[in-house]
């Protein structure tokens, strides 16, 4: 079997052509299928939503399965990423790793792929810090740069963003 790797530029092109499916995201040169959201997953992406929204509404911005530039060949769509502001900075371009507070991945069937994937890819771009929601342990999983080393948290527990370190959040439903 050939293998076809893609940069962000060809990627786009095959998209806007037609040739690829519509929930598709690519992760070093590779196309990979996005797997559709479970219910519970659901749940969790509409409260970490509202609960970032909310508490951060003045000092970032929140979104939900935007492409993130991360470098050539890789420009996943996190479930949720808090950004820099203002808004009108991403008028002619996707956000990229430099403007990145925090991500979110909501993790159930894509758990493996997430760790094994997108981490490294999350790391090497210099993300300051990514949120695994594990829902097959119902933990979180705090990775942060540069050693990447996950902290766990369990229900119950509260964390704070590294950007906003004095601003701990009740992360689970």
Same mark, same amino acid.
Request: overall charge negative.
């Given at each position: 079997m050939?293998?076809?790797r893609f940069?962000?530029?060809a990627?786009h ?15 070093a040169?590779?196309?990979y299928?996005?797997s559709?959201?479970?219910k519970?997953?659901?749940?969790y992406?509409?409260h970490?939503?509202?609960l970032?929204a909310?508490?951060?509404r ?5 979104v ?5 530039w991360?470098?050539e060949?890789?420009e996943?769509?996190?479930d949720?990423?808090?950004l820099?502001?203002?808004p009108?900075?991403y008028?002619?371009r ?8 925090l991500?979110?991945e909501v993790?159930e069937t894509?758990?493996?792929q997430?760790?094994a994937?997108?981490?490294p890819l999350y ?7 990514v949120w695994?929601v594990?829902?097959?342990e119902e933990v979180?999983e705090?990775y #942060?740069?540069?050693h ?5 948290y #369990? ?7 590294? #950007? ?9 439903v």
């Amino acid at each position: 079997m050939v293998r076809h790797r893609f940069t962000v530029e060809a990627y786009h092109r095959a998209y806007q052509a037609g040739a690829l499916p519509e929930r598709v995201e690519l992760l070093a040169g590779e196309v990979y299928a996005v797997s559709p959201m479970g219910k519970k997953h659901i749940r969790y992406l509409i409260h970490l939503t509202n609960l970032l929204a909310e508490a951060f509404r003045h000092e970032a911005l929140v979104v939900s399965q935007v492409p993130l530039w991360l470098s050539e060949d890789s420009e996943p769509e996190p479930d949720l990423m808090l950004l820099s502001p203002p808004p009108e900075r991403y008028d002619e371009r996707p956000p990229k790793p430099e403007d990145v507070l925090l991500l979110v991945e909501v993790s159930e069937t894509t758990l493996v792929q997430d760790r094994a994937l997108k981490l490294p890819l999350y790391q090497k771009a210099g993300l300051p810090e990514v949120w695994v929601v594990n829902l097959l342990e119902e933990v979180l999983e705090v990775y #942060a740069f540069p050693h990447y080393l996950p902290e766990r948290y #369990a229900k119950g527990e509260r964390v704070a963003p590294k #950007a906003f370190p004095t601003r701990p959040l009740k992360w689970w439903v």
